[in-house]
């Protein structure tokens, strides 16, 4: 089966002459949760934010090898950019509304890429809210301030609001880091569901989270890629002594 | 979930192969149109100054042009005596100026409590956007009578205009001094005091020192409001082109600035004569003094102080 | 004096100072109002000069600053937005960028006398509008380019960059994202630049002697093509010009464009704090 994500020898250079990447090769399956862990500052926000190209804002930067997606080389010149995001959806760590109502930040991608019938907006909208377990909490009210929500609940809507554009992937990074452990529980959860109809990849908070919803894993290292395999078999009896130092808490 | 997986396809409303819609792309090569277009200004009135004002410096043997005597009417174009009037408006604007306007700078940021503070920027900020032209007729009106009360010959002075434009330049000085002491990290002040230095120490060894860049800044500044401005000078200045001497009186005397003598003259000259010629190259000397200063401060100060300021730093 | 006495007089010193500085600002509206309310009638207001201008009402000049108010506002306002749309979303940390914000700070400095010059020779000359509406408001909007450029570039800087980063991985472009998420934020900002800029452009005079101001016009103007009398240079001339001038006359037409001016200030004012207000993030 063909990877729906494939990494292949991906080197990022900043301006400063900082490599984040270093030949990173990864193949990411469709329908599972991926996730890629690591110490602070080991490139793995740069690797999710190149692969929906946000890093196209950066100055500066020299990029060698690429992404493929669904096969198609996501950084070829007629590529357009905003269908990849749509595709590739982002979740961030800090819950981000935007201002307005709930029911416009869920629609906010929508009318941008030209949908605009009230019907099929307010399909996305339940649909997307129901996927990200927090419809029945604000059913009645998705005309209030997105700002008034619980911090929780504002990552449930940004989750939703990535939902909404019915992506092929969902990429979340550190999607539970601001969160109390009981949102924490609820986002864990949804994320099961969710990699039925998505391919889900994701920055966790702790080793412990990985090891909790991981099907996949990846363990990146000051930019270099140290070991992937399946979830399972690594946190229990990792290949590399660095992941398994890291695992258990050696460093950090 | 779509069916489609090629990212190649393309948005609602563009073509195959364009990476951005046909009027986006218009949009913001506008945009950049006009940021471009305000290095386009400048070299522009540049370039308008010196068509119709290079005559002036091509045809007047520069022995003339910067001789001692401004008689259009005879033909004798020396700029020495508006030169000289601009300048001591200007320096005694600001020696005014300065102390009042520091002094206010630090009684802002140092020592008003917050209500005060809030009664007095507005304050200031409505003095800066005062007309010229008011500020001017009112100096006519009133301070102008009233030095000529108090023993000048005339109320229509060189220290008539002083005072106006030293108010006129208040704002400008008060708000970039403002900035300066803002500055000042508050581990400074916290540290004089801990070692029981009083406010005023504080203030004068510490905070000042350490801000006097910007108080340059702002002095600088302040001298490239003054030199500028036209109205409020011509009605109380006296519009004299002489060269005041010490024993008639030095700034008690009336005088000419640059700038007045553009707006009082140029009515009245005939299109493409010298006299006009000259008039433009006033205007470029005037160009080149406030292109240096503000080319000086603004590469300091940045266009991030530009709005307190009302836009002119 | 030992060093509390010191501090004591010195604080008192520069308080008084500040106080004498300030306290004139107030007076000088005072008295223009003072002196010039006894004047102001809707019959002032709404008719011309008569008898050389000793008599009568400031109506055409009112007109004028009016007219030369809108049109400055037409030829600034796509500009100065676009400029500093340009330097807040656009422009890359380069040489162009630097030259561009160069020119800007230098647009502010440049005296409102040269302005004149320049109208004079590019619009009224080498144009050929001749002295009209058009020289006159082509001249005052360059000149409040860099106030309104300066107070939109912040307004719009001040959006949190979060929305913008929101808005691009949701799809949007890059122009939709500024449309979107932007602009509607940064907006009262903007406002509150355009309103100071035009309230500057309104007492304005020396950028409008020789480019589009009347001394004295029988009818009222028909087009962009034609003189017009304004404000400040009534003022002007009122006051130095003719002889035998009542002096509440020129006291009213002072106060009408303190009056004028000062409420664009404020109104300006407004705008900014209400909006700080009014913000959700």
Same mark, same amino acid.
């Given at each position: 089966?063909?990877?729906?994500?494939?990494?292949? $020898?991906?080197?990022?250079?900043?301006?400063?002459?900082?490599?984040?990447?270093?030949?990173?090769?990864?193949?990411?399956?469709?329908?599972?949760?991926?996730?890629?862990?690591?110490?602070?500052?080991?490139?793995?926000?740069?690797?999710?934010?190149?692969? $929906?190209?946000?890093?196209?804002?950066?100055?500066?930067?020299?990029?060698?090898?690429?992404?493929?997606? $669904?096969?198609?080389?996501?950084?070829?010149?007629?590529? $357009?950019?905003?269908?990849?995001?749509?595709?590739?959806?982002?979740?961030?760590?800090?819950?981000?509304?935007?201002?307005?109502?709930?029911?416009?930040?869920?629609?906010?991608?929508?009318?941008?890429?030209?949908?605009?019938?009230?019907?099929?907006?307010?399909?996305?909208?339940?649909?997307?809210?129901?996927?990200?377990?927090?419809?029945?909490?604000?059913?009645?009210?998705?005309?209030?301030?997105?700002?008034?929500?619980?911090?929780?609940?504002?990552?449930?809507?940004?989750?939703?609001?990535?939902?909404?554009?019915?992506?092929?992937?969902?990429?979340?990074?550190?999607?539970?880091?601001?969160?109390?452990?009981?949102?924490?529980?609820?986002?864990?959860?949804?994320?099961?569901?969710?990699?039925?109809?998505?391919?889900?990849?994701?920055?966790?908070?702790?080793?412990?989270?990985?090891?909790?919803?991981?099907?996949?894993?990846?363990?990146?290292?000051?930019?270099?890629?140290?070991?992937?395999?399946?979830?399972?078999?690594?946190?229990?009896?990792?290949?590399?002594?660095?992941?398994?130092?890291?695992?258990?808490?050696?460093?950090? | 979930?779509?069916?489609?997986?090629?990212?190649?396809?393309?948005?609602?409303?563009?073509?195959?192969?364009?990476?951005?819609?046909?009027?986006?792309?218009?949009?913001?090569?506008?945009?950049?149109?006009?940021?471009?277009?305000?290095?386009?200004?400048?070299?522009?009135?540049?370039?308008?100054?010196?068509?119709?004002?290079?005559?002036?410096?091509?045809?007047?043997?520069?022995?003339?042009?910067?001789?001692?005597?401004?008689?259009?009417?005879?033909?004798?174009?020396?700029?020495?005596?508006?030169?000289?009037?601009?300048?001591?408006?200007?320096?005694?604007?600001?020696?005014?100026?300065?102390?009042?306007?520091?002094?206010?700078?630090?009684?802002?940021?140092?020592?008003?409590?917050?209500?005060?503070?809030?009664?007095?920027?507005?304050?200031?900020?409505?003095?800066?956007?005062?007309?010229?032209?008011?500020?001017?007729?009112?100096?006519?009106?009133?301070?102008?009578?009233?030095?000529?009360?108090?023993?000048?010959?005339?109320?229509?002075?060189?220290?008539?205009?002083?005072?106006?434009?030293?108010? +006129?330049?208040?704002?400008?000085?008060?708000?970039?001094?403002?900035?300066?002491?803002?500055?000042?990290?508050?581990?400074?002040?916290?540290?004089?005091?801990?070692?029981?230095?009083?406010?005023?120490?504080?203030?004068?060894?510490?905070?000042?020192?350490?801000?006097?860049?910007?108080?340059?800044?702002?002095? +600088?500044?302040?001298?490239?409001?003054?030199?500028?401005?036209?109205?409020?000078?011509?009605?109380?200045?006296?519009?004299?082109?002489?060269?005041?001497?010490?024993?008639?009186?030095?700034?008690?005397?009336?005088?000419?600035? +640059?700038?007045?003598?553009?707006?009082?003259? +140029?009515?009245?000259?005939?299109?493409?004569?010298?006299?006009?010629?000259?008039?433009?190259?006033?205007?470029?000397?005037?160009?080149?003094?406030?292109?240096?200063?503000?080319?000086?401060?603004?590469?300091?100060?940045?266009?991030?102080?530009?709005?307190?300021?009302?836009?002119?730093? | 004096?030992?060093?509390?006495?010191?501090?004591?007089?010195?604080?008192?010193?520069?308080?008084?100072?500040?106080?004498?500085?300030?306290?004139?600002?107030?007076?000088?509206?005072?008295?223009?109002?003072?002196?010039?309310?006894?004047?102001?009638?809707?019959?002032?207001?709404?008719?011309?000069?008569?008898?050389?201008?000793?008599?009568?009402?400031?109506?055409?000049?009112?007109?004028?600053?009016?007219?030369?108010?809108?049109?400055?506002?037409?030829?600034?306002?796509?500009?100065?937005?676009?400029?500093?749309?340009?330097?807040?979303?656009?422009?890359?940390?380069?040489?162009?960028?630097?030259?561009?914000?160069?020119?800007?700070?230098?647009?502010?400095?440049?005296?409102?006398?040269?302005?004149?010059?320049?109208?004079?020779?590019?619009?009224?000359?080498?144009?050929?509008?001749?002295?009209?509406?058009?020289?006159?408001?082509?001249?005052?909007?360059?000149?409040?380019?860099?106030?309104?450029?300066?107070?939109?570039?912040?307004?719009?800087?001040?959006?949190?960059?979060?929305?913008?980063?929101?808005?691009?991985?949701?799809?949007?472009?890059?122009?939709?994202?500024?449309?979107?998420?932007?602009?509607?934020?940064?907006?009262?900002?903007?406002?509150?630049?355009?309103?100071?800029?035009?309230?500057?452009?309104?007492?304005?005079?020396?950028?409008?002697?020789?480019?589009?101001?009347?001394?004295?016009?029988?009818?009222?103007?028909?087009?962009?093509?034609?003189?017009?009398?304004?404000?400040?240079?009534?003022?002007?001339?009122?006051?130095?010009?003719?002889?035998?001038?009542?002096?509440?006359?020129?006291?009213?037409?002072?106060?009408?464009?303190?009056?004028?001016?000062?409420?664009?200030?404020?109104?300006?004012?407004?705008?900014?704090?209400?909006?700080?207000?009014?913000?959700?993030?």
């Amino acid at each position: 089966m063909q990877a729906k994500i494939s990494i292949q $020898n991906l080197n990022y250079t900043y301006e400063d002459g900082i490599e984040a990447l270093r030949d990173i090769s990864l193949e990411i399956p469709a329908n599972e949760i991926f996730v890629l862990f690591g110490p602070a500052r080991s490139g793995k926000s740069t690797l999710l934010r190149l692969l $929906n190209r946000l890093s196209d804002l950066d100055e500066g930067t020299a990029r060698q090898g690429t992404i493929l997606f $669904n096969g198609q080389d996501v950084f070829d010149r007629t590529v $357009n950019v905003s269908v990849l995001r749509r595709r590739i959806s982002m979740v961030f760590a800090v819950p981000t509304p935007l201002p307005g109502s709930i029911y416009d930040n869920l629609t906010y991608g929508l009318k941008m890429a030209g949908i605009r019938e009230r019907s099929e907006l307010d399909r996305r909208v339940e649909q997307s809210l129901k996927q990200s377990a927090l419809w029945d909490e604000v059913k009645d009210r998705l005309g209030a301030s997105a700002f008034a929500l619980s911090g929780g609940q504002k990552q449930r809507l940004c989750i939703a609001r990535s939902l909404a554009l019915e992506p092929d992937v969902v990429v979340l990074d550190n999607p539970t880091s601001g969160l109390d452990p009981i949102s924490t529980a609820t986002v864990e959860e949804s994320l099961f569901d969710l990699k039925e109809r998505y391919t889900i990849i994701m920055v966790p908070h702790s080793v412990q989270q990985a090891a909790r919803v991981a099907d996949q894993a990846a363990f990146l290292l000051d930019g270099e890629l140290v070991e992937v395999g399946e979830a399972g078999k690594m946190f229990v009896q990792p290949k590399d002594q660095r992941t398994e130092d890291y695992i258990t808490g050696r460093f950090g | 979930m779509t069916t489609n997986p090629s990212v190649i396809t393309p948005a609602v409303g563009q073509k195959e192969g364009q990476r951005i819609p046909i009027g986006e792309w218009l949009i913001e090569n506008l945009i950049r149109l006009a940021g471009l277009s305000t290095i386009v200004i400048v070299v522009l009135i540049f370039l308008f100054l010196v068509r119709e004002g290079g005559p002036a410096f091509l045809d007047i043997p520069l022995r003339q042009l910067f001789g001692s005597r401004w008689y259009p009417i005879e033909g004798i174009f020396g700029l020495l005596p508006l030169l000289v009037g601009s300048l001591i408006v200007t320096v005694g604007a600001v020696t005014i100026a300065v102390p009042l306007g520091l002094i206010c700078a630090i009684y802002l940021g140092e020592i008003a409590p917050t209500w005060q503070r809030e009664i007095l920027k507005p304050l200031i900020e409505m003095l800066a956007g005062i007309p010229s032209i008011v500020l001017g007729f009112l100096g006519w009106v009133v301070l102008a009578p009233l030095i000529q009360n108090a023993g000048a010959a005339t109320g229509l002075t060189a220290f008539t205009g002083a005072i106006i434009l030293a108010y +006129m330049s208040l704002p400008t000085i008060i708000s970039i001094s403002e900035d300066a002491l803002y500055a000042v990290p508050k581990e400074y002040r916290d540290g004089a005091l801990a070692i029981g230095a009083t406010q005023w120490q504080t203030i004068w060894r510490v905070v000042l020192p350490a801000a006097r860049s910007g108080i340059v800044i702002a002095v +600088m500044l302040g001298i490239g409001r003054a030199i500028g401005e036209t109205m409020a000078v011509m009605m109380v200045t006296g519009n004299a082109a002489n060269i005041p001497t010490l024993s008639s009186g030095l700034i008690f005397e009336p005088v000419r600035t +640059m700038t007045a003598t553009i707006a009082a003259e +140029m009515g009245e000259v005939a299109q493409g004569s010298l006299h006009y010629n000259t008039l433009f190259g006033i205007g470029i000397v005037l160009f080149v003094i406030t292109f240096a200063i503000n080319s000086l401060a603004g590469r300091i100060v940045g266009t991030r102080g530009a709005r307190r300021t009302g836009g002119k730093l | 004096m030992n060093r509390q006495q010191t501090n004591r007089f010195a604080v008192a010193v520069i308080t008084s100072v500040a106080i004498l500085v300030v306290v004139p600002i107030v007076l000088v509206i005072l008295f223009v109002l003072y002196n010039g309310i006894g004047v102001i009638n809707w019959e002032f207001i709404s008719t011309a000069p008569r008898n050389g201008m000793r008599e009568g009402g400031i109506w055409p000049a009112l007109l004028g600053t009016i007219f030369l108010t809108f049109g400055t506002a037409i030829i600034s306002f796509p500009l100065a937005i676009g400029a500093a749309i340009y330097l807040s979303e656009y422009a890359a940390d380069n040489r162009m960028t630097r030259m561009v914000r160069l020119a800007i700070v230098n647009l502010a400095g440049i005296p409102s006398i040269v302005y004149g010059l320049f109208g004079l020779g590019a619009f009224v000359l080498f144009m050929q509008f001749g002295t009209s509406i058009l020289a006159g408001s082509l001249t005052l909007g360059i000149l409040t380019l860099p106030v309104v450029i300066s107070t939109a570039e912040e307004a719009i800087s001040s959006v949190p960059q979060q929305f913008r980063t929101v808005s691009l991985s949701l799809g949007a472009t890059r122009w939709q994202t500024i449309r979107h998420q932007v602009l509607p934020h940064a907006l009262p900002g903007i406002l509150t630049g355009v309103i100071l800029g035009l309230g500057r452009a309104a007492g304005e005079t020396a950028p409008i002697l020789f480019t589009v101001a009347a001394f004295y016009l029988p009818d009222l103007p028909q087009s962009i093509f034609d003189q017009t009398m304004a404000l400040p240079y009534h003022l002007y001339v009122i006051s130095t010009q003719v002889p035998g001038m009542p002096l509440d006359i020129q006291y009213g037409t002072a106060l009408v464009l303190l009056l004028i001016v000062l409420s664009l200030t404020l109104v300006a004012t407004f705008v900014r704090t209400s909006m700080r207000r009014r913000r959700e993030w």
